[in-house]
């Protein structure tokens, strides 16, 4: 049976690799057998997700272990499996036909339902507790959340909805008013009629994005979903005019629309009818959207003020950290004249949304908001990560084959035991350089 210090998808724990102080000889991921909740499946070209989680870093791990091992230790540490698990393209260990590949039998699928079990145990304990203990829930979340307890849990990590369990309705209920109120003001008739030629662009701009938002999504093309989104981020640009409305948040959006109305509507996600949604549920559902873009977005602010500074210093920090990591991927692409901005601008904007199925891109946000203020700088080594998924095959491109294969990853296959390798590498990443920013310098 899998052991308190194992992933669910088989994968040992980051934070017992770094208690060891080594990487096992090999890693087996298993594949689940599913989980119950909301089914993000069959959208954005996505396959049946395996519904595993990654390693479960905690607290003290996820800020660096007290003696974390530097670059050439961790060299040596990954020598010991060469880490061709980790760093095979699409990370997981693959049979001929390209699946991934599957090893336990039954006693590995009994040890996964067992993992899963105590895995809802201890977010049913956490959120049952009068006051949430966020931090715990950061440190369990980080590996992935039962879709059924996304909503709660991505609210509560976010700091829309509060610890204190009692306070937690009313408050809820107050944002969501206040949101109500803004549609008239700002959106709906004598708010659009009073608008400004800026803010008349910025909603031409808004209208503009909104239908290709998530375009292999068939949910974001219903009518009324495209409505709710075009209402929350031009909602969002005026109440924020140190950027305004930028493309790219639109994307950002998408996330929480499809897990907040996952608590109204059930079944496959491509079979939501939002047409059926009392107006009242609809516009609680446009609260949380917006509200937890507000949260979102402060943190992150800067990429999408004027020259969007954040993004660019986020991709110099890339470059400079693929340089450390895998100095011959670098050479290459120095070698060939591809310039980071050119594949990297769109992963920063929308956080690596477009480069993934839908429900991966869902999953992989359990880890983004689990970073909390930390976002940023997580990001960085995640994105060096998902880049070097493909080393190999990126040091046999060419400059033209380079910027076709970066701007469209072939990650339609992937499942999440592919994007729990890209966090734990990222995770391990980070641990490494903890304290040794002059890579980014």
């Not at 594949?31 to 996505?46: A, I």
């Not at 209402?231 to 629309?257: C, E």
């Amino acid at each position: 049976m899998a052991g308190q210090d194992e992933g669910l998808s088989g994968f040992p724990a980051v934070r017992r690799l770094f208690r060891r102080g080594n990487f096992p000889g090999t890693i087996k991921p298993f594949r689940s057998q599913g989980e119950s909740g909301v089914d993000f499946t069959g959208v954005h070209g996505s396959q049946p997700s395996s519904r595993s989680q990654p390693a479960e870093p905690g607290q003290q791990a996820r800020k660096g272990p007290a003696s974390s091992p530097g670059p050439n230790q961790l060299a040596e540490m990954v020598s010991d499996v060469g880490l061709a698990a980790l760093t095979q393209p699409s990370g997981v260990p693959r049979g001929a036909d390209g699946a991934p590949s599957v090893s336990g039998g039954e006693e590995g699928v009994a040890a996964l339902r067992s993992m899963s079990n105590s895995r809802l145990t201890k977010f049913d304990r956490i959120l049952g507790d009068a006051v949430v203990d966020v931090e715990a829930l950061r440190e369990l979340a980080w590996s992935g959340i039962p879709p059924r307890l996304r909503p709660d849990c991505w609210r509560l990590l976010l700091g829309y909805a509060p610890p204190n369990r009692e306070r937690r309705a009313a408050i809820l209920a107050r944002k969501r008013h206040e949101y109500r109120d803004f549609v008239p003001d700002y959106y709906d008739g004598a708010g659009l009629a009073g608008a400004s030629e800026d803010e008349a662009g910025a909603l031409r701009q808004v209208a503009v994005d909104v239908p290709r938002t998530a375009p292999g999504v068939p949910f974001f093309s219903q009518p009324d979903v495209q409505t709710s989104l075009e209402r929350i981020l031009y909602i969002w640009g005026l109440r924020h005019p140190a950027s305004g409305y930028v493309q790219g948040i639109n994307d950002l959006v998408t996330p929480f629309l499809a897990v907040f109305m996952s608590e109204y509507l059930e079944g496959p996600m491509n079979d939501w009818a939002v047409g059926t949604l009392p107006p009242d549920q609809l516009l609680a559902v446009e609260a949380d959207c917006y509200w937890c873009l507000c949260k979102l977005l402060d943190g992150i602010q800067d990429h999408y003020t004027h020259a969007q500074p954040g993004i660019q210093r986020t991709v110099f920090h890339l470059r400079e950290l693929v340089r450390r990591v895998d100095a011959k991927t670098a050479t290459h692409l120095d070698e060939q004249g591809l310039e980071f901005l050119q594949f990297a601008f769109r992963w920063v904007n929308c956080l690596l949304l477009r480069e993934l199925p839908f429900q991966l891109g869902v999953r992989l946000w359990d880890t983004y908001l689990a970073e909390g203020s930390s976002l940023r700088e997580f990001l960085v080594y995640a994105l060096a990560s998902f880049l070097l998924s493909w080393s190999s095959q990126l040091q046999q491109l060419e400059f033209q084959d380079l910027i076709m294969f970066l701007q469209r990853p072939p990650t339609a296959a992937w499942t999440e035991q592919d994007v729990e390798v890209v966090l734990s590498r990222a995770f391990m990443w980070r641990s490494s350089f903890k304290g040794a920013t002059s890579h980014f310098s």
